[in-house]
């Protein structure tokens, strides 16, 4: 993990999930992977929206030409953990498509207008993950 996730994660859990500086009032998780390669476990601190069922995630990667290594973890390792405030409970990652995908996308560009640029960056769709209750 980079210094700059980990200031963020040690942010997070000492004060219950919230955080200060670019993400402060922003709906922030910790999603728990494991390394697609590696298998090692990976932590990464992201915006999430609120969906039915779950949670959405989305593999922006600040607009780059790649899709972030925790989005290829989740494919190759569907069952995740994710710390939300204080609580941490079991989820199982699926890429959203379609209408869905769009009707998710669209609601957090609405509202995190960074998004739209990360969009107008890349030549990718960025892939939006929902992760939803694990059985």
């Known amino acids: ?63 780059a030409p790649t899709n972030p290594d925790w989005y290829f973890n989740l494919l190759a390792h569907p069952q995740v953990q994710a710390e939300i405030g204080a609580v941490k409970v079991d989820l199982v990652a699926r890429v959203a498509d379609g209408d869905e995908r769009e009707r998710i996308w669209s609601a957090q560009k609405a509202t995190y207008p960074g998004f739209a640029d990360y969009e107008q960056k890349t030549t990718r769709q960025i892939p939006v993950v929902v992760l939803e209750s694990a059985p």
């Open 1 to 63: 993990m980079s210094d700059w996730n980990d200031k963020i994660v040690e942010e997070f859990r000492a004060n219950g999930g919230q955080v200060g500086g670019q993400f402060a009032g922003a709906p922030l998780l910790l999603l728990h992977t494991v390394g697609a390669k590696t298998g090692r476990p990976r932590v990464n601190p992201m915006m999430y929206q609120k969906v039915d069922g779950g949670y959405a995630v989305f593999a922006s990667k600040a607009g």
